[in-house]
């Protein structure tokens, strides 16, 4: 799957990450939904939706619908009308805060791969953590690269608050190349 999304589409989406999100996604069930916030090129959202059990409703958040930047390359739009994803998938272009007011579905998972700051990341986990379901999973992207701040907001909000448990990152697995992490809503 990732040799064929990175022939097809640009961005930093790794096999390990792929393996990660696909053993959280696969607990998802036929009317659950799926968020994810932030979603750039659409490898993250496209290795999501081929893993998921069908039925599975799958809605992604951005603040711009991302053009090709290589030659060869597809955009996340082209790839998903070609795949047949777009039918799948339902992309809102906005703010992810602003959207989450809005919004008012229960989600079975919500994936935050977002603007990669303390700032952004505590306000996706605040606004959204409300619209997810007890027993519901919360993912994060990049938790483990330091070049970011995100993890400090993740290890604050999620991985050393009562509201969530069972924290895992990715390499807690035997995913080394993976620098994804995830926790239940308690």
Request: net charge negative.
């Amino acid at each position: 799957m990732s040799d064929y999304i990175d022939s097809k589409i640009d961005g930093s989406f790794l096999p390990a990450d792929i393996d990660f999100l696909g053993r959280y996604v696969r607990k998802l069930k036929a009317g659950d939904i799926y968020m994810e916030i932030g979603t750039e090129y659409g490898k993250s959202m496209a290795s999501a939706i081929w893993q998921a059990e069908e039925g599975v409703k799958f809605y992604t958040c951005d603040l711009v619908d991302k053009p090709v930047e290589k030659e060869g390359m597809m955009s996340r739009r082209e790839f998903f009308e070609s795949e047949g994803l777009d039918k799948i998938c339902t992309f809102i272009k906005g703010d992810s805060v602003e959207i989450s007011k809005g919004w008012q579905d229960e989600l079975a998972m919500v994936f935050i791969d977002s603007e990669h700051t303390y700032a952004a990341i505590k306000k996706d986990i605040k606004v959204w953590y409300p619209h997810l379901k007890t027993g519901g999973y919360m993912l994060f992207h990049d938790y483990g690269d330091t070049q970011f701040t995100l993890y400090l907001a993740v290890d604050e909000y999620v991985r050393d608050s009562d509201k969530f448990g069972d924290f895992v990152k990715a390499q807690d697995m035997g995913l080394i190349n993976s620098s994804m992490a995830g926790a239940v809503k308690a």
